[in-house]
């Protein structure tokens, strides 16, 4: 969705280019700043057309477009155009948007804010990156939230860098599991099962745990069957199922017990 405004300086004709925007934008999404002007008044006039609009040999008011990408300058703390061939700071991440034209007069002593030094700056919101006056480069680090939505598609723009598209590979095999920089080498399927072994060198023998506490060597020897020993002069015997007749007398018991070592 387009806005436009027409606004005049009494010499040129200024035209305010919204199409960046896509849909409505809330005033929520907005912070005040700090503008330093002289980072858009360059020499290059490529860059010059890109930034100010009204520009005329007599024209003593002039706009600086809307949808500009900013950033901050890390002396001053001020903003100015993203630039990636910067030194002052500008060239580390776009902290948002210029969310309207900005009235600049310009006098014999320089340039001013018509209506104060602070200018709002967008740092979230939807986009047509495209459309921007200054299109970023789409290894640019975006800071924010921000969507570039164009031709039904969304891409999200903030925290990413050219080095956030990494493809992981659908499968892995033992040539990329060795590989430290493959990002997907833990992703095993089926078929790579047999390679994964033998690229970590798993599954190839037998188990030996020696020198830890869950050694298996030295472990005691359990015999296949355990006989309870029998009753001493001093002892009981140890513990034995005895079957006794129900009508059995005391002197049956006394001899099944005998019988089975429980007894002396």
Do not use: C
């Amino acid at each position: 969705m387009a806005y436009e405004n027409v606004r005049s300086t009494g010499t040129v004709t200024v035209e305010e280019n919204n199409e960046w925007r896509f849909g409505n934008h809330t005033d929520d999404g907005i912070v005040s700043v700090t503008l330093d002007l002289s980072t858009f008044n360059v020499n290059d006039k490529t860059k010059r057309d890109k930034y100010l609009t009204g520009l005329g040999d007599k024209a003593t008011t002039i706009w600086i477009k809307s949808g500009i990408p900013l950033a901050k300058i890390t002396a001053s703390g001020e903003y100015g155009p993203y630039d990636p061939n910067a030194t002052d700071g500008r060239q580390n991440k776009i902290a948002g948007l210029l969310e309207s034209m900005v009235e600049i007069s310009v006098t014999f002593g320089g340039w001013d804010v018509v209506n104060g030094a602070n200018v709002g700056m967008r740092y979230r919101g939807d986009i047509i990156k495209s459309k921007l006056p200054v299109v970023p480069a789409d290894g640019a680090v975006w800071g924010g939230s921000f969507f570039d939505i164009e031709d039904d598609t969304v891409t999200p723009l903030s925290n990413a860098s050219a080095t956030s598209n990494i493809t992981v590979p659908a499968t892995v095999t033992a040539a990329n599991i060795t590989d430290a920089s493959t990002v997907g080498r833990s992703i095993l399927t089926a078929n790579d099962a047999a390679a994964a072994r033998t690229a970590i060198g798993a599954g190839t023998g037998n188990s030996n745990f020696d020198g830890s506490y869950n050694s298996l060597k030295d472990k005691p020897t359990i015999p296949p069957a355990y006989t309870l020993p029998a009753a001493t002069a001093n002892a009981l015997g140890g513990v034995k199922q005895v079957t006794i007749a129900a009508g059995a007398s005391a002197a049956d018991i006394v001899t099944a017990l005998k019988t089975a070592g429980i007894a002396k």
